[in-house]
């Protein structure tokens, strides 16, 4: 079977009877879009019936692939990435509540384009979105963080809708450590020090409207993992080495993402 244009990677946990209805909204969004795709569902630990829930879909277009312990939104993208066939790849929350149709926009800026790298982004002026104050400025804060010790050029790293040109993916995944509150932006980082540079934002659609503020220990969480990128980039050169040893290394192997799992991250 020949590779699709896409790969989408959808990582779930504990979606539950969700993902089934939301997956069809998806599989219609880019039915309607007319290029080829593969959705990829990564159930990343699930002990509920979400992996039932979205074998139920029924479609040659999806894929479910599954393992046994949570580890993580970062690792299940990770997992998705060694599975993906496409030329582009894109990944989005199982929660759809960005509407998967901004999917078709991301592919025909990146064809008209070329773009390595496009981004979902809540703060382009164009999104319709609308969040309680607190969140929004929590945001704020953590994108003037990023900022001051990155100098990414984006302003929303954190909303979950990103498509990548293949083999962006490919080359930064094998290097990163992050596997769950900071993994979008560690990639990011990590894809710009690659020299993959031609980074879009483009507005999102939010289907509902934010009830709950993030909690204390998911900002902890974020900050420390923010703080250990910043570290490993700029005083352990932790990525010149990863990539050193990568080239050194058996091209895709078939451990890799495990061993990004035991790896001491921090």
Not at 38 to 65: H, K, M, P
Not at 71 to 96: C, N, Q, S, T, W
């Amino acid at each position: 079977m020949p590779a699709p244009l896409l790969s989408v990677i959808v990582p779930a946990y504990r979606e539950g009877p969700r993902i089934h209805a939301n997956l069809l909204h998806l599989l219609g969004d880019l039915d309607r879009a007319g290029f080829e795709y593969e959705v990829l569902v990564i159930s990343d630990g699930n002990t509920d019936d979400t992996v039932a829930e979205a074998e139920r879909v029924g479609s040659d277009r999806v894929r479910v692939l599954a393992y046994r312990v949570n580890e993580g939104k970062g690792f299940a993208v990770m997992h998705g990435v060694r599975a993906a066939r496409g030329e582009l790849i894109a990944y989005i929350d199982a929660d759809m509540e960005i509407l998967p149709d901004s999917i078709a926009s991301c592919v025909r800026a990146q064809r008209e384009g070329g773009w390595d790298i496009i981004v979902g982004s809540k703060r382009h002026r164009d999104s319709q979105v609308s969040y309680p104050w607190f969140r929004r400025f929590q945001s704020w804060i953590y994108q003037v963080i990023i900022a001051i010790l990155f100098q990414l050029d984006v302003s929303d790293t954190q909303t979950g809708l990103k498509l990548f040109r293949g083999e962006v993916l490919r080359s930064a995944v094998p290097l990163l450590a992050v596997k769950r509150f900071a993994f979008d932006l560690e990639l990011l980082v990590v894809a710009r020090k690659l020299g993959y540079r031609r980074i879009l934002e483009i507005p999102v659609r939010i289907s509902y409207k934010f009830e709950t503020t993030t909690g204390l220990a998911a900002v902890y969480n974020t900050l420390w993992d923010t703080a250990a990128i910043f570290y490993r980039l700029r005083f352990l050169h932790y990525y010149d080495r990863r990539r050193r040893a990568s080239a050194h290394s058996p091209a895709r192997r078939k451990d890799d993402v495990q061993e990004l799992t035991d790896q001491d991250a921090s």
